[in-house]
């Protein structure tokens, strides 16, 4: 815990590069782990610190998000999940469920599960959001003056998800990297290419592209997930233009597990980038 909170206070002073615990930055807060996979009885813990200079309070709670085929996160309301999105809210224990940060001050979310007697194997998950509560008008504040027109006063609401994973049972997933190319359109140049994947539960890691012969890679993109409910999905990553000229041609793409879980190849392809 030391260690995480040593990473926490690097951040504060702006040394984000030298985090070695990944964290989610929204806002004032950070966050870390940026997943969770609880597979047992016992639980782990989440870490939250205010980096801004004024106390922050934060509602913390879950709810269900599915994977769309292009990568994205649709928020499902709880009266259309599923039954394993149902069981994953209820499996899935954490407490506080509100806490107020004073600044540089880590606190601690603890999460546990519990797994009812009979539950089919699988893997379960729901996404932990942690969203800002604005600091509440006082009564005693001065009038504003009287305007002619009509005045709207607007508070921006910060908030960060993670994952929270539960595997119950043998469980098990490849992935294969399929058709790359590379994209233009209003927003920039992007690197895209097809990954699929197979088995019962998600997979989830970092891709390398480097050109033949040359070990210093052109691009590396962290934390690259395809969750259970798709098959498929359409791989895109944002690119500076001169980067997007250099993926064109023969490269060779890998897929790694997680450093965190030992960094081994799920899969790993030579292509062809038009």
Known sequence: ??????????????????????????????????RVILDGSRGTEVVLNNIGAEPATYRVSLEVKRMTAAGGLDEIAEADANDAERAALNMIVFSPRRVTLPP????VVRVGVRVPEGTPPGEYRAHMLFRAVPDAVAATAEPRPASTGVSIALTPIYGITIPVI????????????????????????????DLTRTGNRSVYGDIEVTRPGVAEP???????????????????????????AKLKGSVRIRYTEDRELGGGTIDEAERVVR
């Open 104 to 107: 540089n001050q880590p606190q």
């Open 166 to 193: 539960v595997r119950v049972g043998d469980l098990d997933a490849e992935a294969a990297i399929g058709e790359a190319w590379v994209s233009e359109s209003d927003e920039g140049a992007a690197f895209n290419f």
């Open 218 to 244: 052109l691009l590396v993109a962290r934390g690259i997930a395809v969750y259970p409910e798709i098959a498929e999905r359409q791989v895109s990553l944002r690119v500076p233009q001169e980067v997007a």
């Open 1 to 34: 815990m030391l260690r995480l909170f040593k990473a926490f206070r690097l951040l504060a002073a702006g040394a984000l590069a030298l985090l070695s615990v990944p964290a989610h930055a929204a806002g004032d807060l950070l966050v870390a782990p940026t």
